[in-house]
């Protein structure tokens, strides 16, 4: 069958007509979508069922200027690069979101370091500034701070009302507390 009768049975709604054309077409836009798309592409089909809905919509503006295969041909072809297209920008996408991911990873991995850093040079002039306590308030220091136990628990070591423990453990805080910053602005020597 020629291609305008088949053009004009296909708009003519005919069914057999239809399928007479995808028949015709289906393995020769196959191994275009194949040669664009590359061998056992998952989606090979959908070009063609694109292809075909795209043209089937558009036949009625077919004007036989080249043959009917070659039309659906260069249908097909549009698709395909529009899909490789799409993919492209997919990919390009993929990199950006892995170089920000990268990027946010080394920076939050630099933050800490310097938090790591930061953490052990306060350590490092916390315990400095213990030096500067006497014993008892190093002691009530050590057995809150670096023991964890509890205000009960440290009166019943030391021996002393749990009021007690409270206030000499705020002194002692308190003057740690001025140590260090003494240490920070140089006003006491390590």
Known sequence: MEDRELVKR?????????ELLVRLHRDWLRRTCVHILGYGDPEVDDMLQETFA???????????????????RQICVHFCYRRLR???????????DL??????????????KHREKDETQKAVLVGKAKQGLGKPCRELIGLRDEQGKSYVEIADTLRVPLGTVM?????????LKELVEKLMTGEMDG
Do not use: T
């Open 10 to 18: 296909v708009l003519a709604g005919d069914p057999a007509a239809q």
């Open 54 to 72: 795209a043209a089937f919509a558009k036949l009625g503006g077919f004007e036989f200027r080249s043959s009917l295969g070659h039309w659906l």
């Open 86 to 96: 799409h993919r492209k920008r997919m990919v390009l996408q993929a990199q950006e």
């Open 99 to 112: 170089e920000v991911l990268f990027v946010r990873g080394a920076i939050e991995k630099e933050g800490e």
């Open 167 to 175: 206030s000499r453990l705020s002194r002692c805080r308190e003057n």
